[in-house]
């Protein structure tokens, strides 16, 4: 383990097919006003709207809503929202939903006091708060992004055509509490259900495919993969079953709450890559990871060959007898590759909508990091993107 850090996550988790109860426990908490954010409408189709709402009545709040919030959540949406938790005052922002819902919560949270322009503060300049930030709480129906227990916020600028992701360093943006019952994900359509695997998937490799020390984290890592391998083959199989999706539910949140990045310097390039996708085509965000990763990684594996043959060997249990460390570290994505065609993946950015004329300006809008094996120059990026199409 190289590296200092320090290690707090503040939020509190209510797991389990009974955890809505404990909202009763948090809500009184928080003053009268709750400012409720969903998204579409699923959670009126399954119920779940209808068990919030009688809590919180229960607990005597004055309750205000943001509804509608969209997948890839828009800058114009979130003027609106702030103006809607403005009016209502709010004490608190309970987000009721998937990682869209949840981001859009925080990033309405750290705006309603906030005098300038959340775009340019918090997504151009990567500022941090200075203003007070209202808390955020969260009922989860949607197993993935890790918002729920991070203090990451993406937001789409459908004008610019960019969408992107500030993962704020203060705590006080994560939320507060958050309430994880893998039954409200039951109801999720399989697409959805798999681009959210993949996501999880993701999360792992972009902190695990960095540094060459002996970390901790990457034998972390390596075990939240394989769960997430194996429940994702019992979920595919029948999305019904409780316990493959409890374990994914669980994942995820692993996934992406700060710990398995301690000591790791992190990629995030299959990431900006996906969200430059998602910025031009608005798809689902864990297809357009999907689509990009198997050409990011065949490019970037000479640069950390060791770490693509561990993951072969320790994620994807390919033997290597007999075998050079090209060889193993190609099965092991071969592997990779064969995992994602079973979950009926998108695997090329094509089939996202994008188009040959629209490459140099999703290249254009990609972020470059450079905590990863490779730091990725403008014509890579651009030879990734059009292999990836
Ligand atoms: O809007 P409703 O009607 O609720 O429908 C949603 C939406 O259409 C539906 N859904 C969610 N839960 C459901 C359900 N349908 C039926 N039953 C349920 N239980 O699913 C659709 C997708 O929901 P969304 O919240 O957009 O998905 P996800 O959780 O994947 O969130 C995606 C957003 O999170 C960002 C992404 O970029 C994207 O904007 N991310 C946030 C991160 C973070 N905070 O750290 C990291 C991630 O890498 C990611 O970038
Ligand atoms: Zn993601």
């Known amino acids: 383990m190289l590296g200092n850090f320090t290690y707090c996550n503040p939020t509190k988790l209510y797991f389990g097919d009974d955890s809505l109860k404990y909202l009763n426990d948090e809500l009184p908490k928080y003053g009268k006003n709750v400012v409720l954010v969903y998204g579409g409408g699923s959670i009126k189709k399954n119920g779940l709207y209808d068990d919030v709402v009688s809590i919180l009545k229960n607990c005597g709040k004055t309750v205000s809503e943001i509804s509608g919030v969209m997948p890839n959540p828009t800058l114009a949406k979130l003027y609106e929202g ?221 640069y950390g060959p060791a770490k693509f043959v561990r993951f072969a060997k320790n994620v994807w249990n390919v033997n290597g007898k007999g075998k050079t460390d090209e060889q193993i570290a190609n099965e092991g994505l071969a592997a990779m590759e064969s995992w994602m065609k079973e979950l009926g993946l998108v695997m090329n950015i094509s089939d996202l909508g994008v188009t040959g004329d629209m490459i140099e300006g999703i290249a254009d809008v990609t972020l470059v990091m450079d905590g990863g094996y490779k730091v990725l120059s403008r014509d890579e990026i651009v030879e990734v993107l059009k292999e990836s199409m």
């Not at 300038?116 to 203003?131: G, H, I, N, S």
């Not at 999305?239 to 996934?255: C, G, K, L």
Request: proline residues 4%.
């Open 82 to 302: 702030v103006e809607i938790a403005r009016k209502a005052n709010a004490d608190l922002i309970l987000a009721v939903g998937g990682g869209s819902v949840c981001d859009y919560s925080k990033a309405v949270a750290v705006s309603v006091h906030c005098d300038e322009d959340p775009w340019e503060k918090y997504y151009v300049r990567f500022e941090e708060p200075t203003c007070r930030i209202v808390p955020v709480g969260c009922v989860l129906t949607m197993s993935g992004t890790g918002s729920e227990m991070n203090a990451g916020s993406v937001i789409t600028n459908s004008e610019t055509k960019q969408k992107i992701g500030h993962v704020f360093a203060s705590e006080e943006v994560m939320p507060r509490f958050s309430v994880l019952n893998p039954k409200y994900t039951l109801t999720l359509p399989k697409y959805q259900m798999v681009a959210g695997i993949y996501d999880i998937f993701n999360h792992i490799c972009e902190q695990y495919f960095s540094g060459d020390d002996d970390n901790t984290s990457d034998y972390i890592s390596e075990g939240l993969m394989r769960s997430v391998v194996h429940s994702s083959r019992i979920a595919n199989g029948n999305p019904q079953d409780y316990e493959a999706r409890s374990n994914i539910m669980w994942t995820a949140t692993w996934a992406l709450n700060t710990l398995v990045a301690k000591g790791k310097t992190t990629d995030w390039m299959v990431h900006m890559l996906g969200q430059a996708v998602g910025g031009y085509t608005n798809a689902t965000h864990g297809m357009t990871l999907a689509a990009v990763s198997l050409a990011y990684y065949r490019h970037i594996m000479p």
